[in-house]
């Protein structure tokens, strides 16, 4: 009998034994498999961003193609490099290049610098097998194709995504956007020496991992894919060692829970059998027992809540992660207050708005003066600071606005509401300016900061959130015009002046071929050797219609618009070759001096450009003289270029010398030869001392640097007397001649100026 109750306990043991780790092993999947979903979850959401990384950066193609498909192949390629280069800088993207390859040779790359060596490249004959698949696959398919990431000729690891380009149904040639892939990782977020990538790989289908340990896609692992034009990325990632060490640990810990309890269970009944008589004080112990089985029984339940917990959180992290997409959609990243985007969709709202409640709305359009020049001379990290000094500034401020938003760059725009009164929003900008006027203190330097402020008020600026952002705009423009560091309110004049503004710019792209652009020459003398030395060119524009229109109307024009470049290659090789037929006319050669525009220099074939008009005109280099506005800031490598007309022997002067803060630091940076007087300082030769102890030393600065000096704008006797008496005996001005065209200049330089140079005598 004893041995018969002895079985059954020890099958009922084995039961509960078997039962338990069933049960466990269930708990167990269960557990991973919870673990599993959120690891699964976390994947997908760095898919999602590494997804978003790679499409921001290959969205660019489409602008590429379609700008080239427009404007390149109609011939109309001369400002591909700067549209490239806006197009690359305006979508803050990491591509690594864009590039243009008509018949597959490289031909346009922005940025150069870093992708020097695929310049004039052959893609059609490019050797790396890859490629060739590429370059068939593109020509095949004629879509867009991806190839990557494989060692690129710069040396890093790419990805490559190329597109052919068809006209009139030929191939012309190629368009590419090229990514770094480590970078673009990064800017995913994904980057080795992360502990979060430890147990993360990426690869292309049935290829070793390029980034993370291929063993990864070996063993238990969670997989997201990645879709490219023409094929997909895997990413795998493994659970946390210590996840899965935790639930071995709960499962571990529960077993031996639960065995402890069919242990002490089984001896409970045998000291039952054992101590009958004694049955009331076990059945009280074996309450007791089951009273510490039930909490050991809730610990376990309150372990599962624990788990149901941490789901939710899981759950929570993914709201969160959608929040902060959607926040990064209506944000600034750079300054973290809203974007051109939000206060759009906000404008849209509030001009809705006040149509039903017949209420007043002002927008202030406002950008940063100078702020391309801090840019360019230090750096855009410095740019960054000064634009999120600004920010905190303003939302520091006691200042009542609706909306306060960056747009892109250094432009800015508030929204101030129920402003109906004028003087309000005088006030509120005078407020602004003064909040700005303090000296901005980054990384040890100094900065002061002014802004130029456009102000549209609803409804008299506009009726439309499109008609009132461009009308604050055009006011802005006319309040840097004006003076900067000003505000200006918007009216339906500026309208016309924006419109008058753009038909001159049309106006002046047709003027070269109509033959309104005329030179004129202005004589230069020595009145030490009584003669005249050279020349400046000047350029006039001769309207069809409205007659002569000043330089300072129509310069700023080209300049903004983009085509003073080839206005400047037309001015230069023009005076080039009358001066060259005036030297063989002449016994003794001249010099002609020839304006230069900082955006010529921008042209980085510009130097091969001179030496090409020298060489077609046959003028040595030694008679060609350049001049540059003091005012203009310039990199280095316009600093580097002007050097290389230095060593061709050609002369380097600058105009306005004395009229801006940067006069000596000129002379030191600049290879100059010759500096010209500027004419404010000479009209106050009869009548101011500070001007005449402003020429003595400016003429001093240039014998101490061994320069040449020439004064402008001289219009009388006694001015020419005052200057050639204090060492400045060249001289450019109406005492002597005013501009005049070609035939004219030619007569001139033949005549005596005896008469003219009398006052020599009286010196």
């Keep these: 009998m004893k041995a018969m109750q002895y079985t059954i306990i020890a099958l009922v043991f084995v ?24 690891e699964q979850s976390q994947l997908s959401s760095r898919a999602l961003v590494l997804q978003s990384v790679i499409d921001r950066n290959f969205n660019l193609m489409v602008s590429l193609e379609a700008y080239v498909s427009s404007n390149y192949l109609q011939n109309n390629d001369q400002e591909v490099l700067n549209y490239i280069a806006s197009l690359y800088l305006g979508a803050q993207a990491s591509a690594l290049n864009l590039l243009i390859a008509p018949k597959g040779i490289v031909k346009d790359v922005f940025p150069l610098k870093g992708n020097e060596s695929i310049m004039n490249w052959d893609l059609l004959n490019d050797p790396r097998p890859n490629v060739q698949q590429q370059i068939v696959n593109a020509l095949t398919t004629k879509r867009m194709t991806m190839d990557g990431p494989f060692k690129l000729l710069q040396g890093m690891d790419g990805l490559i995504a190329r597109k052919a380009i068809y006209q009139n149904g030929e191939f012309w040639g190629f368009v590419s956007v090229g990514v770094d892939v480590d970078q ?20 292309n289908p049935g290829q070793p991992a390029f980034f993370g340990d291929d063993s990864v896609f070996q063993e238990w692992h969670m997989k997201a894919n990645i879709e490219l034009a023409d094929h997909n990325w895997e990413l795998g990632a493994l659970p946390p060692n210590s996840a899965v060490e935790s639930i071995k640990q709960q499962i571990l810990v529960t077993r031996a829970s639960f065995i402890t309890i069919l242990v002490l269970g089984l001896l409970f009944f045998l000291y039952m059998l054992r101590q009958r008589d004694t049955l009331s004080k076990a059945v009280n112990e074996r309450t007791q027992e089951l009273q510490l089985a039930n909490e050991d029984l809730t610990a376990v339940n309150e372990e599962l809540l624990a788990g149901q917990q941490e789901l939710q959180e899981s759950t929570k992290r993914l709201m969160e992660s959608e929040q902060m997409l959607s926040y990064l959609a209506y944000h600034d990243v750079l300054t973290g207050i809203h974007n051109r ?91 602004l300016m003064e909040i700005l006027k303090p000296p901005c203190l980054l990384l040890g330097r100094a900065f002061f900061i002014s802004a130029s402020i456009g102000i549209v008020q609803y409804p008299y600026g506009g009726l439309t959130w499109e008609s009132l952002l461009k009308n604050a705009d055009i006011a802005m423009y006319m309040a840097k015009k004006e003076s900067g560091s000003s505000y ?13 503004k753009l038909e001159m710019g049309n106006h002046l792209r047709q003027s070269m071929d109509r033959n309104e652009l005329e030179i004129v020459y202005q004589p230069q003398i020595d009145c030490q050797l009584g003669k005249v030395i050279g020349v400046e060119a000047l350029l006039r524009w001769n309207h069809t219609t409205k007659g002569y229109i000043s330089p300072s109307e129509f310069i700023p024009i080209a300049e903004e618009m983009g085509f003073i470049v080839a206005i400047g290659e037309w001015v230069m090789r023009g005076a080039c070759q009358q001066m060259k037929d005036w030297h063989n006319m002449l016994q003794e050669p001249l010099t002609v001096s020839v304006n230069l525009s900082v955006k010529q220099l921008n042209d980085e074939r510009f130097v091969d450009k001179v030496i090409q008009i020298l060489e077609e005109t046959g003028l040595e280099a030694k008679y060609l003289e350049i001049e ?136």
């Design 184 to 203: 673009l990782l990064a800017e995913a977020g994904i980057k080795n020496g992360d502990p979060r990538n430890d147990r993360l790989a990426i690869r």
């Design 341 to 431: 985007t939000y206060f759009q969709m906000v404008l849209k709202e509030q001009i809705v708005y006040n149509e039903i409640s017949h209420t007043s709305l002002a927008v202030l359009f406002f950008d940063l003066d100078n702020f391309k020049m801090i840019n360019d001379s230090h750096g855009h990290h410095m740019g960054d600071l000064m634009l999120r000094e600004v920010v905190n500034r303003i939302q520091q401020s006691e200042l009542s606005y609706h909306t306060f938003a960056r747009f892109g760059g250094d432009e800015f725009a508030i929204l101030l509401e129920d402003c109906a009164d004028e003087k309000d929003v005088r006030d509120f900008c005078e407020q």
């Design 628 to 763: 540059i506005t003091e005012n203009v800031a310039m990199r280095d490598d316009q600093l580097e270029a002007l050097g290389r007309l230095r060593k061709l022997g050609i002369a380097i002067s600058v105009d306005d010398f004395g009229t801006h803060y940067s006069s000596l630091s000129y002379l030191k940076r600049f290879p100059v030869t010759k500096i010209k007087l500027d004419q404010s300082f000479v009209r106050g030769v009869q009548t101011d001392d500070k001007d005449r102890a402003m020429i003595k030393a400016i003429i001093s600065v240039a014998k101490s640097f061994q320069l040449q000096i020439i004064a402008e704008g001289v219009e009388t006797e006694e001015q020419a007397r005052f200057l050639v008496a204090n060492g400045c005996s060249q001289i450019q001005g109406y005492y002597f001649f005013q501009p005049m065209s070609a035939d004219q200049t030619q007569v001139t330089l033949q005549m005596s100026m005896q008469s003219k140079l009398d006052f020599m005598n009286r010196i």
């Design 488 to 500: 200006s309110f918007f009216d339906k004049q500026m309208a016309m002046n924006s419109v008058s």
């Design 15 to 38: 039961i509960l034994v078997s039962s338990s780790e069933f049960v466990l092993g269930k708990y167990k999947n269960s557990l991973l498999n919870e673990l599993r979903m959120t």
